[in-house]
């Protein structure tokens, strides 16, 4: 299975400000996925993020608010723009791994955000 | 009501007990499921994928879906302490997007 990193691990932040998650993946992968898991909730989906077209994004999650770039087949980043404390949350990044032609979902270790 | 529903727990059991978690679901058009463990502070590790109907056994992990009635279990026999996690579980209709519980927290005692 694909092996997948996040940067920053953790972070805290001022509201009003924004941040860039990077993930990176080892390997090349067309489907990467991008989602939120609040605390005490499932894990939601933010968006979807295929290479070389704009994401795709999940109902009450915007583009304004959730950038995404997905510039190659091993990486992407998540911005979270003019954060406010309700953005304090999990976000991870998992891929699809196309090797086996299943819907298998590998992810990464997540990053913690705390918004001030 | 939610498309997945799961008892978050926490469920404790002792050591060498056999665990059975469970998940039911309203949407009939799922065909893929999915049983994550997630260590806090650590991302979802796929467990056990099962696509339709039947059961899917990997070691002490067996995974058991059963369409007719919308419900997925996972049983894990011999249980450790080193199982103490939160148990995710996820279905899909296909088309890569996955519908997560809310996860069942597990704790194994010595």
């Known amino acids: 299975s694909a092996v997948i990193s996040q940067k920053p691990s953790r972070d805290i932040c001022q509201r009003g400000t924004s941040l860039t998650i990077q993930c990176q993946v080892d390997?090349?992968?067309?489907?990467m996925f991008w989602y939120r898991q609040q605390p005490g909730q499932s894990l939601t989906l933010i968006a979807t993020?295929?290479?070389?077209?704009?994401?795709?994004?999940e109902s009450g999650f915007v583009i304004d608010k959730f950038p995404i770039s997905r510039p190659n087949l091993t990486f992407s980043t998540l911005t979270v723009s003019n954060m406010s404390p309700e953005d304090s949350s999990i976000y991870l990044c998992?891929?699809?791994?196309?090797?086996?032609?299943?819907?298998?979902?590998?992810f990464g270790p997540g990053t913690r955000l705390t918004v001030t | 009501q939610k498309e997945v529903e799961q008892d978050p727990g926490p469920l404790s059991v002792p050591e060498g007990a056999i665990v059975s978690l469970n998940c039911t679901y309203s949407?009939?058009?799922?065909?893929?499921f999915m049983w994550y463990r997630q260590y806090s502070r650590k991302g979802p590790e796929l467990l056990m994928y099962?696509?339709?109907?039947g059961n899917k056994e990997d070691g002490r992990f067996t995974a058991q879906v059963d369409k007719s009635s919308k419900y997925i279990s996972l049983f894990i026999r011999d249980s450790q302490p080193s199982d103490s996690a939160t148990y995710l579980c996820?279905?899909?209709?296909?088309?890569?997007?996955?519908?997560f519980g809310t996860g069942t927290r597990l704790l194994v005692s010595p």
């Open positions: 998992s891929v699809e791994d196309p090797q086996d032609g299943t819907y298998e979902q590998y």
């Open positions: 390997s090349q992968v067309t489907m």
């Open positions: 993020a295929n290479q070389g077209s704009e994401a795709t994004y």
């Open positions: 949407n009939s058009a799922f065909q893929y």
């Open positions: 099962t696509y339709s109907s």
């Open positions: 996820a279905m899909s209709a296909g088309f890569q997007k996955l519908v």
